[in-house]
């Protein structure tokens, strides 16, 4: 009697001392009618990705979709833009990360014998504006490797493994193998990782199989938010994770399909999440401002502190031929950015983030600033994203474009974003990049008063019809280009 009151006593205050842990905190079930672009982008290259990968990795339905629940990714024998195959790789930057909690995907791999690499993994927030691997990297599921199939185990065979900057700055890597007990690409099987502030664990059905202590100092890498990637590789050049190194030599069976029936991510007491909706920026947002009524603003540092990779602090670098000059009077409040430029050497610098913002409700909004000189000299002003990539527009010769002369007076200066192609607004970790070629003769430039306005909201379209934003011309490009 006493020893069940106990119990009841013992369960009662269990249930009561707070949030349950181990809770499905968020998942995509891929049953839905399409691929949700409010948590997937793409990378779209085929370029390799470092690893000489041998696929183009498109957007395209015919690389990814869902089907029965599934999401398939898809690759294919086939002559695209130079290279032999086409495939997936699909993230979630910018649209949902994580830090801490145990993810897990129920995953069917195709047969990878031989050629084929897929992969279940994820990289730090702050790649690629901070260098890989002091940005981290942590693969759940590689299967396909060369040590496989040198053991006839290609099906078999797994790791994990993770990629940071070790105690000495040098490239540093943990990583643990194992021979699962059947052929993988039979059916479905749970892939998962384990992530506290003390370890990261990794798992095949249940199966405990890697384990990396992430407490010491170097490993700083593996405390900030993860963002996933899926994807379904094809070879690669020398040296590379398949060892099959040329189109002909990979042996696998074509269309190959990778079947992710979900992917869910449980809770811990320490679990955070990043998703899209909840840090997308709004209003006016200030990049260099002190009295335009912005709704946020940026705050600079000067990009040395220890914190600062990890941080959501920016830092002004002048990347070459731009000294800091005597201010003139500011265009707004009480101080702006004045440079010296020499003659016969290019220019640039930037406000760089190294963790990017949500900047996709500016898409079609406007870039403003204030800009002083009386220099003919030629100019662009760009923008950076973390996918996708970067964007320079000139601004006008000797003309008023965007409301830009050159006459040693300030002008205000209004460019609209949507000018901007190939920026993912989503992830956007340089907010304003000034340079130029060698100008034949030194010249003073002056910058104030730096904002971005939103634009009108715009409808979430139902499919991807473009990679990064949901701009109709985009797509015109794409197609275009693929009927040549
Ligand atoms: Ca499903
Ligand atoms: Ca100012």
């Known amino acids: 009697m006493y020893l069940k009151a106990t119990i009841i006593i013992l369960i009662i205050s269990f249930l009561a001392c707070g949030p349950v842990y181990s809770d499905v905190v968020w998942s995509d079930e891929f049953n839905g009618d399409s691929i949700d672009s409010a948590t997937w982008t793409y990378d779209v290259s085929g370029k390799g990705f470092g690893n000489g990968q041998l696929e183009y990795d498109?957007?395209?339905?015919?690389?990814?979709?869902?089907?029965?629940?599934?999401?398939?990714?898809?690759?294919?024998r086939e002559n695209y833009f130079g290279n032999s195959f086409t495939s997936a790789r699909m993230l979630t930057q910018g649209r949902f990360a994580f830090k801490y909690g145990s993810l897990e995907a129920r995953i069917k791999v195709p047969d990878t014998a031989d050629g084929l690499w897929p992969a279940f993994w994820m990289l730090g927030n702050n790649f690629p504006?901070?260098?890989?691997?002091?940005?981290?990297?942590?693969?759940?599921?590689?299967?396909?490797?060369?040590?496989?199939?040198?053991?006839g185990l290609q099906r078999r065979k797994i790791n994990c493994a993770m990629h940071f900057s070790d105690a000495s700055g040098q490239k540093g890597m943990y990583d643990a193998w194992l021979d699962?007990?059947?052929?993988?690409?039979?059916?479905?099987?749970?892939?998962?990782?384990s992530w506290t502030p003390k370890y990261m664990k990794f798992y095949l059905d249940g199966v405990e199989y890697g384990s990396c202590d992430i407490t010491p100092d170097h490993l700083r890498e593996f405390h900030q938010p993860f963002f996933l990637i899926l994807n379904l590789a094809v070879g690669g050049r020398?040296?590379?994770?398949?060892?099959?190194?040329?189109?002909?030599?990979?042996?696998?069976?074509?269309?190959?399909?990778?079947?992710?029936?979900?992917?869910?991510?449980?809770?811990?007491?320490h679990t955070k999440l990043y998703l899209g909706k909840d840090i997308e920026e709004a209003g006016n947002f200030g990049v260099y401002t002190e009295r335009t009524p912005v709704k946020k603003s940026l705050t600079y540092e000067d990009g040395s502190g220890p914190e600062f990779n990890y941080g959501t602090a920016a830092a002004l670098y002048p990347w070459n031929n731009m000294t800091e000059a005597k201010s003139p009077t500011p265009s707004e409040g009480s101080k702006c950015w004045s440079f010296d430029i020499a003659a016969g050497n290019w220019f640039g610098m930037g406000v760089f983030l190294p963790n990017h913002r949500n900047m996709k409700n500016y898409s079609d909004g406007y870039l403003h600033f204030d800009i002083k000189t009386t220099?003919?000299?030629?100019?662009?002003?760009?923008?950076?994203?973390?996918?996708?990539?970067?964007?320079f527009l000139p601004l006008g010769d000797q003309t008023a474009e965007f409301g830009f002369a050159r006459d040693g007076k300030w002008h205000k200066v209004k460019i609209p974003l949507n000018r901007y192609t190939n920026v993912d607004f989503h992830t956007v970790h340089q907010m304003f990049m000034i340079a130029g070629d060698p100008p034949s003769s030194a010249l003073n430039l002056s910058i104030d008063n730096v904002w971005w306005e939103p634009g009108a909201a715009r409808p979430t379209p139902k499919q991807v019809i473009s990679v990064y934003t949901p701009r109709l011309h985009q797509t015109r490009i794409i197609v275009c280009r693929s009927n040549v």
């Not at 498109?58 to 294919?76: D, F, H, K, P, Q």
């Not at 060892?243 to 869910?264: C, E, I, L, Q």
């Not at 220099?375 to 964007?391: C, L, N, T, Y």
Request: glycine share 10%.
């Open 58 to 76: 498109t957007a395209r339905r015919e690389n990814s979709y869902i089907e029965n629940g599934n999401l398939v990714i898809e690759a294919r």
């Open 238 to 269: 020398d040296p590379s994770y398949t060892g099959v190194y040329s189109p002909g030599a990979v042996t696998a069976s074509f269309p190959a399909k990778m079947y992710v029936d979900w992917v869910r991510l449980s809770n811990n007491p």
């Open 180 to 193: 699962a007990p059947v052929d993988l690409n039979l059916d479905y099987h749970l892939y998962k990782i």
């Open 375 to 391: 220099s003919r000299a030629a100019m662009k002003v760009g923008i950076k994203s973390s996918r996708g990539g970067e964007f």
């Open 129 to 151: 504006a901070i260098n890989w691997p002091k940005s981290g990297e942590v693969d759940i599921l590689e299967i396909g490797g060369k040590a496989g199939i040198a053991k």
